[in-house]
């Protein structure tokens, strides 16, 4: 490591996928490798997902998909997310990549892009029971279906599945997920009046695995849980889940200086110390991802002690305050969140803090800060 690393541990990720499959019961598992696997990067990610026996990998975007295909991956993957005009779509019918409709004009789309092809492109019908995202609403699904069943017997496509996602998966006793399990299953009856009988039906993310066991259907999508985060506080912690945070942020001390009482520390100088004290340069900054909001808020371990983070988080650093502990040595490894394991806190408890959500946390972490990834034994 030079300045910092997310160091990945992919023994947790299988360890958390191990987990996952115990709760999944018989139902295939979908690893969610969007947003370059949630920042812990996608190709090792897919490859150690792929070995622990997922089954699918899910991406939003038809570019993710053939990233994956680009690395050599030849599973089975869904995109869900593209808008009209996406030039990946004929490359992804190409590819064997099933893609999710939710419209009329993605249906016109595929098909046209099946055609070209010259192949029979897998569709999956994304269902909107009540999240009010993309997904089409069950007003629009007659419609919708009828189309599909035409271009089924044209062989212009293959229904794969039909699914929808969850608003609340994450809440035990939601009332919502109960309406949205209606829908859901209304949604199917649609289909199946129609001849349209997918193979797979899945609506679970990570917290519905937890929370909502009735939703697990044929197949769960995890993303979250896999990285060892959990979907949602109210659910009880990574540990309490049977989870172990993948990814520690870690940077080198760059600096330790002593500075007299009263000096005021980072932009504005919203910080002053209070005593003599002795202050560490940590190399990362809000560029890397790391929220400013963490100034004068949170803390950062060195050698097993924790130390604030004092003033304001800057693009490319911020100071600790190393006040009256041992002082470490410029070079030693500053360990901002991960599984704990060197006192520091977890992604979970730095979201828990600044108001939003481990998923925030990681997914930001920036490409100037390099993936290095290692087996820990747990
Ligand atoms: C991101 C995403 C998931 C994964 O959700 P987690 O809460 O990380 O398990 C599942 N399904 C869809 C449609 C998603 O967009």
Request: net charge negative; glycine share 12%; hydrophobic share 45%.
């Amino acid at each position: 490591m030079k300045r910092a690393a997310a160091v990945i541990d992919l023994a947790a990720v299988r360890g958390n996928l191990h987990r996952i499959r115990e709760l999944a019961g018989n139902s295939a598992v979908m690893a969610v490798v969007k947003a370059d696997a949630y920042g812990h990067g996608m190709g090792p990610i897919a490859r150690t997902a792929r070995r622990a026996g997922a089954e699918w990998l899910g991406v939003a975007l038809p570019s993710e998909a053939l990233a994956l295909r680009a690395m050599g991956d030849e599973g089975r993957i869904l995109a869900w997310l593209w808008s009209p005009g996406d030039s990946d779509i004929a490359a992804c019918v190409r590819a064997g990549v099933d893609l999710s409709v939710s419209s009329t004009w993605a249906l016109d789309e595929v098909i046209e892009a099946s055609r070209r092809v010259g192949a029979r492109a897998r569709v999956q019908i994304k269902v909107d029971t009540g999240l009010s995202r993309n997904g089409v609403t069950l007003d629009q699904l007659s419609g919708l279906l009828d189309r599909v069943a035409q271009a089924v017997n044209d062989g212009d496509v293959e229904v794969e599945a039909v699914w929808s996602h969850l608003a609340d998966g994450d809440t035990p006793g939601a009332d919502s997920v109960a309406r949205q399990l209606d829908q859901y299953l209304v949604a199917l009856e649609m289909a199946d009046a129609r001849g349209i009988r997918p193979h797979l039906r899945h609506l679970s993310n990570s917290g519905g695995l937890w929370a909502h066991p009735e939703c697990r259907f044929d197949l769960v999508r995890t993303g979250i849980a896999m990285y060892g985060l959990t979907p949602s506080a109210d659910l009880g912690d990574s540990r309490e889940l049977g989870l172990t945070p993948a990814m520690s942020l870690v940077a080198r001390l760059a600096g330790i200086k002593g500075v007299a009482a009263g000096t005021g520390v980072s932009y504005g100088g919203t910080w002053t110390a209070p005593t003599e004290t002795a202050l560490g340069l940590v190399p990362i900054g809000y560029a890397d991802g790391l929220p400013r909001a963490a100034g004068n808020l949170l803390d950062v371990a060195v050698g097993g002690n924790r130390y604030p983070i004092v003033g304001r988080v800057a693009m490319d650093q911020f100071v600790i305050d190393m006040g009256a502990h041992e002082l470490p040595h410029v070079g030693d490894d500053v360990y901002v969140f991960g599984p704990g394991r060197h006192g520091e806190r977890t992604a979970d408890d730095w979201a828990a803090a600044l108001d939003t959500i481990g998923y925030e946390l990681v997914t930001r972490i920036g490409p100037r800060v390099q993936r290095e990834y290692v087996e820990e034994e747990s």
